[in-house]
């Protein structure tokens, strides 16, 4: 089916660890997205990328760090977990419509 | 920067009542979309609105583009279980910075069967 896949669905990783979130589209779209939601604050965005080779800071940047390595592929690093990032994130694309979202990948940090 | 007021955050409603959430903004949009999140996964597209005053349905759900530009509501007529979730609305602004898209904090819907 065509949309947006993020891996893992699940990670726990502990304080100081260091991860990559993947996220693919197949829908050739310019722009893609990471945002993080936490209870009572809903989405939140962190970086996004307007098109393959760049990438902006969104409101919430720090401690993570991304790689629009193609077209269709855009991943979210985490260098040096704290507590502070558990949280679910969410990918998206986006085409003249609307956002597509993929559906989640849910870390804690412990 | 740009921030929209989505309300209520929460609301318990009966099975077959009509439910009303909106958005305001204090600056103008072109496009305003209402999404829903089902528990455990990503906002899926409802509703997009691109001109003010449009009315727009989808099945029971209906949206309003406000004529000001600066908000938006959704309407559920005779809800069911299965429109529990979370809804968000999301202004968007051509030439905008952070990716052009602005997300409501949401209103969180349970359904008493």
């Known amino acids: 089916n065509a949309g947006v896949t993020q891996t893992p669905k699940f990670q726990v990783l502990k304080t100081g660890q260091s991860m990559t979130l993947q996220c693919a589209q197949d829908m050739n779209h310019n722009s893609m997205y990471w945002y993080r939601q936490d209870p009572g604050m809903g989405l939140r965005l962190i970086y996004y990328s307007a098109s393959e080779g760049t990438t902006d800071k969104g409101e919430v940047p720090n401690g993570y760090n991304v790689s629009r390595l193609n077209k269709r592929e855009f991943s979210l690093r985490l260098e040096s977990a704290a507590p502070s990032q558990t949280s679910v994130y969410f990918c998206?694309?986006?085409?003249?419509?609307?956002?597509?979202f993929g559906s989640g990948t849910r870390l804690t940090v412990v | 920067g740009q921030q929209l007021n989505q309300s209520p955050q929460s609301m318990f409603i009966q099975e077959g009542e009509d439910v009303s959430m909106n958005c305001t903004s204090s600056s103008i949009f072109n496009t305003w979309l209402w999404y829903k999140q089902d528990p455990g996964e990503g906002p899926v597209l409802l509703i997009a609105?691109?001109?003010?005053?449009e009315l727009t349905s989808n099945g029971r759900l209906t949206a309003q583009f406000g004529i000001t530009r600066k908000d938006s509501f959704l309407n559920i007529s005779a809800s069911i279980p299965s429109d529990v979730g979370i809804y968000f609305c999301a202004g968007r602004n051509y030439g905008g910075s952070q990716g052009n898209l602005i997300f409501g904090k949401g209103t969180k819907l349970s359904v008493k069967p």
């Open positions: 609105l691109y001109k003010a005053g």
């Open positions: 998206a694309s986006s085409s003249s419509v609307g956002y597509t």
